[in-house]
């Protein structure tokens, strides 16, 4: 399962749009929940073309250079349920990142360990700070719900840490 198909699909769903318009939504609203690049996002867009999950006009207006709107397809629309459904029902073994370092940790003083957890902490206190910062989406609730769960596993690693670098100590 393809989480980058399914978040483009989406963007197609509420309505068409150039490649240009999909970047940028993902840059503006979701950077918190997407790493996605602008490259990634178009070589999607152009396998979707491939699949027959959309499709591509292209527009001209005035003296500016044409560009591709993307539509989603009757066929692009059962992917996306599919990928929609797959993805809720989804349940996975995530290893964090960091996760090796703590394996390894005995290899470094206490005082060390504890200081890099220290800072570790503060880079999630940083991000907690940004996400509780975000305005609630007006239009249904999955994006607030994709934002609260991003606040739950943070708040959920920052007590792991709090309680580590105590042990640390």
């Known amino acids: 399962m393809d989480e980058r198909e399914l978040l483009v699909l989406g963007l197609l769903m509420t309505q068409s749009q150039h490649g240009y318009q999909i970047n940028d ?11 996605m690049k602008k490259a990634t996002a178009y070589s999607i867009l152009k396998r979707l073309d491939k ?15 044409p560009r591709q709107i993307y539509s989603i397809t009757d066929h692009g629309k059962k992917e996306f349920y599919d990928l929609l459904r797959s993805s809720l029902a989804h349940a996975e073994n995530v290893t964090p990142a960091g996760e090796i370092g703590l394996m390894f940790i005995d290899h470094l003083s206490r005082n060390d360990a504890r200081e890099l957890l220290e800072i570790k902490l503060d880079k999630m206190n940083e991000l907690i700070e940004t ?31 709090q309680e580590t670098i105590k042990e640390l100590q």
Not at 27 to 33: A, P, S, T
Not at 135 to 155: D, K, M, T, Y
Request: one cysteine or more; proline letters at 5%.
């Open 131 to 161: 996400l509780t910062k975000i305005p609630p989406h007006e239009e249904g609730i999955g994006v607030n719900l994709s934002f609260r769960h991003r606040l739950a596993l943070l708040e959920c690693n920052r007590k792991f840490l």
């Open 51 to 65: 699949q027959g999950c959309v499709d591509v006009t292209v527009e001209q207006e005035g003296n500016r250079p």
């Open 25 to 35: 939504f993902i840059e503006r609203n979701l950077g918190q929940v997407s790493d």
